[in-house]
């Protein structure tokens, strides 16, 4: 009777200390559910992360600058369509190939359409005897560079940027052209192929206004 006494206590003893176990056992694979349902999630939303993002830098940050993956800024828009721009009227050599050499190299920064309209701009000078022969540069003209207000949106991914440029040409080492030119470029977004063009921009023209000639001392923005 004494050791019945005895046995019934530590019985209780160690199924109170099983209850506990299983408890514990039973929270931590909760635990672990809720831990795998997490994991789960993320696995989710990184594969369907980008792989890559363009983020667009405005050249002047000494006030600082909020930046929105792959939303260039206004700075950018224009620094794009003056630095394509100015490439494809760079005739260091001849305009007869150096024209069409630059076409085809900056195709990926075109448009198509603008591609075919730069083409048939091509073919017509070179009949009217304007290419061969002929240097040409251009440059952004002094007083005349960035501001806000030369690039206006006209919807979403489609903006026209105006830049003033002074533009010279020779033949034979001498200057047969030099005039100042307001130019207002048509840019869209055109985010189609990041190896031909990482800028997700490209040129589409002119604005309907078309170019128009300033006198060379103009510095008015």
Not at 17 to 27: C, G, K
Request: charged share 20%.
């Amino acid at each position: 009777m004494a050791f019945g006494i005895l046995v019934e206590p530590r019985l209780s003893r160690y199924r109170h200390v099983l209850e506990n176990a299983y408890s514990n056992v039973r929270t931590l694979w909760c635990v672990v559910g809720i831990e795998a349902v997490l994991i789960l999630v993320l696995a989710i939303g990184l594969m369907r992360t980008p792989s890559s993002l363009t983020i667009h830098i405005p050249p002047d940050l000494q006030s600082g600058a909020m930046v929105y993956p792959n939303e260039p800024s206004p700075a950018n828009v224009y620094a794009f369509a003056l630095y394509i721009f100015q490439q494809l009227y760079r005739w260091p050599n001849d305009g007869a190939s150096d024209f069409s050499r630059a076409i085809y190299a900056l195709s990926g920064y075109l448009t198509p359409a603008y591609r075919e309209a730069l083409i048939s701009e091509l073919e017509s000078k070179a009949k009217r005897g304007e290419l061969a022969g002929r240097e040409r540069g251009m440059q952004e003209l002094p007083g005349n560079g960035f501001s806000e207000a030369r690039v206006s949106i006209l919807q979403d991914g489609v903006w026209v940027v105006t830049v003033d440029m002074e533009l010279f040409e020779t033949v034979k080492g001498v200057s047969v052209k030099r005039k100042a030119i307001r130019y207002p470029l048509r840019v869209v977004r055109y985010d189609i192929d990041r190896e031909m063009n990482p800028w997700g921009l490209a040129l589409d023209g002119f604005e309907s206004t078309g170019p128009t000639t300033l006198d060379l001392e103009e510095r008015s923005h």
